[in-house]
């Protein structure tokens, strides 16, 4: 069981980027999913999660309005595309999973977001 992130990269202020989460091994509705980031110096913060249906999504106040989180279940994969990127959004950006059901959770090894000009 493990979750794959990629997309990540080095990208100019206000350009943008989709990262994508594969979650290999597991049953993808029974989990939420989240992306959280860390960057350096920095703790690791959640950046938006969306609900193992898919009906509840949240976003912290520093991304809403320029990050949108969604997924396919028929890819057990979960997206972040990440427009109008600021070079504070520099990060290792993780996926997040967590079964409400049994309470497991799973990390993936993450990937890291440079926004430079």
Known sequence: VQLVEAGGGLVQPGGSLRLSCVAAAL??????????????????ESVATISNAGDSINYSD??????????????????LQMDS??????????????SPYSGMTLWGKGT????SS
């Open 62 to 79: 520093s991304v809403k309005g320029r990050f949108t989180i969604s997924r396919d279940i028929t890819k057990s994969t979960v997206y």
């Open 85 to 98: 990127l600021k070079p504070d959004d520099t990060a290792v950006y993780y996926c997040h999973a967590r």
């Open 112 to 115: 890291l977001v440079t926004v």
């Open 27 to 44: 049953i993808f509705s029974d989990f939420h999913m989240s992306w959280y980031r860390q960057a350096p110096g920095k703790e690791r």
